[in-house]
């Protein structure tokens, strides 16, 4: 696993990817703190840190794009599945390695708050706890990536639909808000978001059959208890689109709160797509 | 020490490998033969637990490779079809990181990639970057990290596919030798190339097994008998008695055509009747209108076998086409080897 991990490390160092990773999210919040903790005269560094978050966008898939579909095309997953180490095993190191990668940049800009407390007070608390916040958020990103990147063998598609999907959650408040609140919207939503998941399910299965049933049947679930039970579906998608928001959750900490449901959040969707790459690559040998 | 056990793998609708079930003793080379598409790789995949078979069962000394996978990987060197390399790092930075993730201790790891890049002869490209290495470079770097962690078995995948000949004989030296130390399971698609290294031969055919024997059992199968083929003018019993008197012939089948005879004549390996049965023919006053000896090469017996589908099919082919031995082993390979070296260096010359 060690030898995994040290690998996959050592990878994107040989490459460019890693340096690329560092230097532009290091560039972007170097100007915005610039301009707001320099020029502004700001102490809080965890207000830079809410703007930066457009940048994940873009540069978490380019991290996570190669991580398993370049394994997949230039075939050395069957060295992978040779070795005499579980998936599970070699996907945790594979990520552990790009949260690694992402650690840099964070001790980097742990850097920040020091430099600024020369000038004036600086609560290091709240800005250790934003940037923890912002970890947390990175990683669980870095987590969706890599499961996407586990679908396809392409790593233009890869980073597509990982920024795709990155954008998606980034808009969710904003779009969600836009929504109506009627329970009509909200089965509508509903209805979408089950299809989408059939889709997902197509990709990863490769089965029509499977991915028909699932979109037929929980449509029908999802017809039946909208005809009994409407008043339920009042503002359900917007709480649900809410709950999923990743980017929302970071707010608390960049508001200075430490909040601990959101470390939860952030652990358990690292742990779900974990799991799910993993699944998603033990399906190869079935195929 | 592997057993295989009806093991059937379909790609949806298509039937790639159909109840495959043999077993493999330790200690011996076993060549997997077959064409391209006969299942050999997606045997192989089965046999190293790449890929799941649809049916059936793989055993690797006692224990189910889906169930135990990591301890039963510990016990397989496995080169695929295509060398699984990163080509962003050196050979010996990939054979590190291989020894490191097959569980070899820290303190032994320098010594056996010594010993492991000596023997596959890559110690001058060990700082190279993989990708700037040629095809046969990176097969060897790929045999090398099958080699790492001392396996029971190594399986390899057509180890010599993409090598020049001398390469190639050296490759085979290199298998030969792995053979005393551990049981080697490798595919290919050329006949003549298992017979020269491997004990036992697994033929496979469209997924299905045609053949699993020895190599001295299919030899003398394949190669005990020669043919000759005749036609000769002249009365069917005039020619029966003539046939008659040469003591060298096992058997014949004789087809007539209006006073035209087809012949095919079995014989020993070792006898050489041509002479013979030009003098008598003459005798008698039958001229003959040709003569030819069957000089099928064991590709083409094997290419013959391969497209039949039945055993009983492939038993009476076996019967009918006999070769000659010498022209199987040196003779044949050395020419080709030769006219490949020509054309190499033929091309050599032109690009320089």
């Known amino acids: ?278 699944q998603s690559i033990e399906k190869r040998r079935w195929s | 020490m592997i057993e295989v056990k009806n093991v059937t793998k379909k790609y949806g609708e298509h039937i790639a490998v159909n109840n495959l079930s043999f077993t493999v003793e330790k200690g011996k080379i076993y060549g997997f033969l077959g064409p391209n598409g006969a299942g050999k790789s997606t045997t192989m995949n089965i046999i190293t637990g790449c890929l799941a078979a649809t049916e059936g069962q793989v055993l690797i000394n006692g224990l189910d490779i889906f169930e135990e996978p990591v301890k039963v990987k510990n016990f397989i060197g496995y080169l695929p079809e295509q060398p699984p390399l990163y080509l962003d790092m050196t050979p010996y930075e990939f054979l590190y990181f291989v020894a490191e993730a097959k569980g070899v201790d820290k303190g032994e790891i320098d010594d056996e990639l010594d010993e492991v890049m000596k023997i596959t002869q890559i110690e001058d490209v060990q700082d190279r970057l993989i990708r700037n290495l040629s095809k046969g470079y990176r097969q060897r770097v790929g045999i090398a990290q099958a080699m790492l962690g001392d396996p029971e078995v190594i399986i390899l995948d057509e180890p010599t596919v993409g090598l020049d000949p001398k390469q190639i004989i050296e490759i085979r030296e290199l298998i030969h030798s792995l053979g005393q130390k551990c049981t080697v399971i490798l595919s290919s698609h050329i006949l003549s190339e298992i017979s020269a290294i491997c004990d036992h031969v697994i033929i496979i055919s469209r997924g299905n097994m045609v053949a699993n024997d020895t190599i001295e059992n299919l030899s003398v199968n394949y190669t005990g008998k020669s043919t000759i083929l005749l036609t000769v003018k002249g009365a069917e019993g005039k020619i029966r008695m003539a046939l008659n008197d040469i003591s060298e012939i096992l058997e014949y089948e004789m087809e007539t055509d209006e006073n035209i005879n087809h012949l095919k004549i079995t014989i020993g390996l070792e006898a050489d009747i041509r002479e013979k049965l030009f003098y008598k023919f003459s005798e008698i006053d039958c001229p003959i209108l040709s003569m030819v000896t069957e000089n099928l090469s064991l590709e083409d017996v094997f290419l013959r076998l391969t497209k039949d589908e039945t055993e009983s099919e492939v038993a009476k082919l076996l019967k009918e086409k006999v070769i000659k031995e010498d022209d199987l082993y040196e003779d044949e390979e050395d020419d080709e080897d030769e006219e490949e070296y020509e054309s190499m260096f033929g091309k050599k010359g032109d690009d320089n």
């Open chain 1, 1 to 278: 696993m060690g030898a995994v991990y040290k690998r996959e490390l050592k990878s994107y160092f040989t490459g460019m990817i890693g340096y690329i990773f560092i230097a532009f999210l290091l560039i972007v919040t170097g100007i915005f703190a610039a301009a707001t903790n320099f020029r502004g005269r700001y102490p809080a560094f965890e207000v830079v840190l809410s703007n930066v978050n457009l940048i994940m966008l873009l540069i978490v898939p380019i991290l996570t794009m190669r991580v398993m579909a370049e394994e997949k095309s230039a075939k050395t997953d069957q060295l992978m599945f040779s070795l005499p180490v579980s998936m599970s095993q070699i996907v945790i190191s594979k990520y552990l390695a790009m949260c690694t990668v992402y650690l840099i940049p964070i001790c980097v800009m742990a850097l920040y708050p020091i430099v600024l407390s020369f000038f004036g007070t600086v609560y290091f608390l709240s800005a250790f706890s934003g940037l923890l916040g912002y970890y947390l958020l990175g990683c669980a990103l870095i987590s969706i990536g890599m499961f996407l990147s586990s679908l396809t063998e392409s790593q233009v598609i890869a980073a597509v639909m990982s920024f795709g999907v990155l954008l998606a959650l980034f808009l969710m408040r904003g779009l969600t808000s836009m929504m109506p609140q009627t329970a009509q919207a909200s089965y509508i939503g509903f209805a979408a978001l089950l299809l989408a998941f059939s889709l997902v399910v197509y990709l990863m299965t490769k089965n029509y059959w499977i991915a028909f049933t699932v979109a037929a049947v929980s449509e029908i679930i999802l017809a039946i208890v909208y005809q009994f039970n409407r008043i339920w579906f009042g503002g359900a998608f917007q709480s649900l689109m809410t709950w999923l928001s990743l980017f929302d959750r970071v707010d608390s900490f960049i508001y200075g709160l430490f909040d601990l449901t959101a470390v939860v959040y952030y652990l358990s969707v690292i742990v779900i797509f974990i799991f799910l790459s993993v």
